[in-house]
């Protein structure tokens, strides 16, 4: 049973920086892509960020410049740097690994 685990949300002044965490487990080898997306009260979820094999990245422009993407194959877990958060990052955030997805780790910023 493959799993996401996301971590390192939380509440943070607008300005501040948060790095997420996201371990796949469950029969993967090794990783080979990853998404993140976000949903915030009311809204659709969205990609923010996405990471192939190759290292190609692709952002939403919301976040192009303050946000990035990367991962550790060996040790199958992605990451999403934020920097420069903003009040409209706010959001529960979730990785995605073709058609798994974790449960989601909250980001709150504050203005």
Do not use: H
Request: proline fraction near 2%; charged fraction near 15%; hydrophobic fraction near 35%.
């Amino acid at each position: 049973q493959v799993q996401l685990v996301e971590s390192g949300g939380g509440l943070v002044q607008a300005g501040g920086s948060l790095r997420l965490s996201c371990t796949v487990s469950g029969g993967i080898i090794s990783i080979n892509a990853m998404g993140w997306y976000r949903q915030a009260p009311g809204k659709q979820r969205e990609l923010v960020a996405g990471i192939t094999s190759a290292g190609r990245t692709n952002y939403a422009d919301s976040v192009k410049g303050r946000f990035t993407i990367s991962m550790d194959n060996a040790k199958n877990t992605g990451f999403l740097q934020m920097n420069s958060l903003k009040p409209d990052d706010t959001a529960l955030y979730y990785c995605n690994y073709y058609i798994f997805w974790g449960k989601g780790t909250l980001v709150t910023v504050s203005s």
